[in-house]
């Protein structure tokens, strides 16, 4: 891959990073491959994440305690807004589920003007297997989701997202913990923003399998959003 | 039964509690009311023995003490949907400070390694990498 100016300096990533220390440092320098930008939220890490990661080149910032990770979004977000030259910015989780290609190829479509907000989707093609029980539950949540927000999506909670600075200045995330994917679904919405989705890959690995999202919290994510 | 209607309504009335916003003054003058209400309930229930199971029979509840639990209930009900409003704003407000806090400290790095950096450029031949080779001064390192 092409290395520093492979993408122009005006795209940041921004990482939610809690408890990640293991796997933190390769996902970062797998995005500084292509994005010379990257800035870790660190949401109250206690195993050290933040310094792997500012190791590992990125610009931390961090929460000296743990507020979810809405909160480690939005935080990342405001920080994006203080750059000038920030054009577009990247959702991407710290566990290495995402592919960078995925991210590359996203934020190309903001720069073509295709949209002022890109999703990614792992239902668009056949490159993620996953499993039925969560695929049954993660469809809920988008038909949630649609009937909710008048966005149709085909996957309400997948963490790569890429956003235009348009549409930074005019999502603000108020659901701290997990509700926070549909809320962007919703805000983006709201706010008339152009929007389109786009194929991605979920590299559901043994270790995202066993730090990922248990179907349990799927009832706090309900819970959160109906209550707000 | 009237009971039944008093009882749905204070259920609806808790249920919209618990979506909207009840940080307000007007919020807080109300539950003041309800607690004063509340204890003088109390007082007279114990004043005047009779009077709960007077009153539960105009209301078509059998015996006082199941009035007394229906009250005890919506109260409950109303404790739980108001602590959860003001334990949703006092967290929002934690996120704002603290969000404020990580963006200042950032600033404050981004600083520091930009003094640094051009103290080197001055001293050190041009070209040398920040960071690498070069003396900090006393207390630059932190971490």
């Known amino acids: ?228 | 039964m009237l009971i039944q209607a008093l009882l749905l309504v204070a259920f609806a009335v808790i249920g919209t509690l618990l979506v909207r916003d009840a940080t307000d003054v007007r919020h807080q003058a109300v539950r003041r009311i309800l607690i004063v209400l509340f204890g003088l309930f109390a007082a007279v229930s114990v004043l005047v023995p009779g009077s709960v199971s007077w009153v539960a029979e105009r209301l078509g509840v059998g015996r006082g003490t199941d009035l007394v639990l229906y009250g005890t209930v919506v109260a409950f009900l109303g404790f739980v949907a108001a602590s959860y409003r003001r334990m949703r704003a006092l967290e929002s407000r934690l996120v704002e400070l603290t969000r404020r806090l990580a963006l200042d400290e950032a600033r404050e790095d981004e600083l520091e390694v930009a003094l640094r950096r051009s103290r080197e450029g001055a001293g050190d031949e041009p070209g040398a990498r920040p960071g690498e080779g070069a003396r900090p001064g006393p207390g630059a390192e932190r971490r």
């Open chain 1, 1 to 228: 891959m092409v290395t520093g100016e492979g993408e122009p300096r005006d795209t940041w990533v921004v990482v939610p990073l809690y408890q990640e220390a293991a796997v933190v440092g390769d996902v970062v320098r797998e995005l500084r491959a292509v994005f010379p930008r990257v800035v870790c939220v660190d949401d109250g890490s206690r195993d050290g994440s933040a310094g792997v990661a500012r190791a590992a080149g990125a610009r931390v910032v961090r929460h000296c305690i743990n507020l979810g990770q809405g909160a480690a979004l939005q935080t990342g977000f405001d920080f994006v807004l203080r750059d000038p030259a920030a054009r577009f910015a990247v959702t991407f989780d710290a566990d290495g589920q995402h592919t960078v290609a995925d991210a590359r190829a996203m934020v190309q479509r903001l720069r073509d003007g295709e949209a002022d907000v890109v999703f990614g989707s792992r239902f668009l093609d056949g490159r993620t297997a996953v499993a039925p029980v969560r695929r049954a539950v993660l469809r809920s949540a988008v038909a949630w989701t649609n009937l909710t927000t008048g966005v149709r999506l085909t996957d309400a909670h997948n963490g790569l997202r890429a956003l235009s600075r348009e549409a930074l200045t005019r999502v603000r995330l108020t659901h701290h913990r997990m509700a926070h994917a549909s809320e962007i679904v919703s805000k983006v919405g709201s706010a008339r923003l152009r929007w389109v989705e786009h194929p991605v890959e979920i590299r559901y690995t043994d270790y995202s399998r066993a730090k990922g999202q248990s179907l349990l919290n799927s009832v706090n994510i309900l819970v959160e959003t109906i209550l707000g």
